[in-house]
């Protein structure tokens, strides 16, 4: 299930453009009980993604709710349930 909700902000400093703030990013990834791997659109500025699942964000590392690797890739630790909302906000 996607969403039409995504908005990107550039972020201006001293005239130019610094970054982009991506908000409301549905990864993609099969959203089926079984995939637990999904990526986002854009390369993302290490430490700046935040990821929720149903509403409730997520914890990043390992043992926790999701790891963060190759510059787009979020591995949850089990797979989402197959109706899951699964949205990310990020820098890149």
Do not use: W
């Not at 550039?10 to 637990?36: C, F, K, R, S, W």
């Not at 699942?53 to 926790?64: E, T, V």
């Amino acid at each position: 299930m996607a969403f039409a909700n995504k908005r990107e902000v550039a972020v201006v400093t001293g005239g130019q453009i610094a970054a982009h703030l991506v908000m409301g990013e549905v990864p993609a990834g099969a959203v089926d009980g079984i995939n637990a791997v999904f990526t986002t659109a854009s390369t993302v500025i290490l430490s700046s993604i935040d990821v929720f699942l149903d509403g409730m964000c997520q914890q990043s590392g390992a043992g926790k709710d999701y790891v963060f690797s190759l510059g787009n890739t979020i591995t949850f630790s089990s797979a989402p349930h197959a109706d899951a909302i699964i949205l990310v906000d990020y820098i890149k």
